[in-house]
């Protein structure tokens, strides 16, 4: 499944307007979330058909929420601004299957499985609780980042740190005096440090 693109612009509109917490025209609107302006005007419409924008006219005008992001669910966007939210034909309200299989189908009730996963643990969540959770994701992933890029550098510095060791115990060893011995079996010579 795939949200369409006016979908996504709803979402980004009501986002501005849940930052703002007032009056903000359609020009900045557009302009900050980069919203074409024609898809602005149609989208405004269903979201002010909905009960969620409300408007003002004239030279100070512009869109304002009519309910907090807190109230607003992702699942209340996607129905005003979507065809359907199911994920496949089958569960629509029709039920239609041209295999005429519904009540046996595997394959329908797994897709039901999803679709009630999705509704109850992701589209559920109010616009507000979404924002709220992914700021600290992010502020837990940058901590995350910043633990791992510690660990990175620690890490290297080991690394460094164990190649500078073999490099002087290397020259440590070279530095070592080399005596010439002769095996007393077999009379051949061989080199032996002198430690």
């Not at 924008?53 to 966007?77: F, P, Q, W």
């Not at 440590?172 to 005596?179: L, N, R, T």
């Amino acid at each position: 499944m795939q949200l369409n693109l006016t979908t996504d612009y709803a979402i980004r509109f009501l986002l501005c307007l849940g930052d703002t917490k007032g009056i903000m025209t359609g020009s900045l609107i557009a302009d900050q979330m980069k919203i074409p302006p024609k898809y602005l005007l149609k989208i405004a419409r269903k979201l002010r058909g909905a009960g969620m924008l409300g408007t003002v006219t004239g030279a100070k005008g512009g869109y304002y929420l009519l309910r907090s992001l807190e109230e607003i669910t992702l699942l209340d966007v996607l129905n005003v601004m979507e065809s359907s939210v199911k994920v496949n034909r089958c569960l629509e309200d029709d039920g239609y299957c041209n295999r005429g299989a519904v009540s046996t189908c595997q394959i329908r009730k797994y897709y039901q499985y999803i679709q009630k996963e999705m509704e109850n643990k992701w589209f559920s969540r109010s616009l507000g609780e979404i924002v709220k959770m992914m700021d600290a994701e992010t502020c837990a992933a940058d901590d995350m980042q910043k633990e791992l890029t510690e660990i990175k550098c620690s890490h290297g510095l080991r690394e460094q740190r164990l190649a500078r060791r073999r490099e002087l115990q290397a020259n440590i060893i070279e530095s070592i005096p080399v005596a010439q011995c002769v095996s007393e079996e077999n009379g051949k010579g061989y080199h032996e440090k002198i430690v």
